[in-house]
C-alpha cells in the first residue's frame, strides 16, 4: 500500500476554506477516502473516491461543500473545504483501500489498511 501522507490542516473561522492534501507513495487505481473524528465522537467518513473512474462519494453533512479530487497522475488526493462550520473541528486522516472499488464500502473504516497519521481541523464560530 505504501505510505500516505497528509498535509493542509489549520484554523479558521466559520465559513471559511482549507484545502487537504493526501499523497501517497505508491500509485494504484483503488478507493481513497477521508475520514474525520472529533474529541469524543466516532470516526466518519467524508468522502472517498476511486482513482480508476473518478466516482466520489460523500457524507450527507458535506456535500455541496466538500470536493475530493485527485491529480492527473493519480497519487494526490485532495478534498476542498468550503464553508466550514465548527461542527467540522476534527482530525482529519486519509485511508487507502487497495481494493480496485469504492461502491458499498466507501464509508467503512475496516475497508482502509493503509492511513495517514491526521492533520487538525479547527473551525471557530
Known amino acids: 500500500q505504501g505510505q500516505l501522507v497528509e498535509s493542509g490542516g489549520g484554523s479558521v473561522q466559520a465559513g471559511g476554506s482549507l484545502r487537504l492534501s493526501c499523497e501517497a507513495s505508491?500509485?494504484?487505481?483503488?478507493?481513497r477516502a477521508w475520514f474525520r473524528q472529533a474529541p469524543g465522537k466516532e470516526r466518519e467518513a467524508v468522502a472517498a473516491i476511486y482513482t480508476g473512474g473518478g466516482q466520489t462519494y460523500y457524507h450527507d453533512s458535506v456535500k455541496d461543500r466538500f470536493t475530493i479530487s485527485q491529480d492527473d497522475r493519480k497519487n494526490m488526493v485532495f478534498l476542498q473545504m468550503n464553508n466550514l462550520k465548527p461542527e467540522d473541528t476534527a482530525m482529519y486522516y486519509c485511508?487507502?483501500?487497495?481494493?480496485?472499488?469504492?461502491?458499498?464500502?466507501?464509508?467503512?473504516?475496516?475497508?482502509?489498511?493503509?492511513w495517514g497519521q491526521g492533520t487538525q481541523v479547527t473551525v471557530s464560530s
Open positions: 505508491t500509485y494504484r487505481l483503488h478507493c
Open positions: 485511508a487507502a483501500s487497495g481494493r480496485p472499488y469504492c461502491v458499498g464500502r466507501w464509508n467503512a473504516g475496516d475497508f482502509f489498511p493503509t
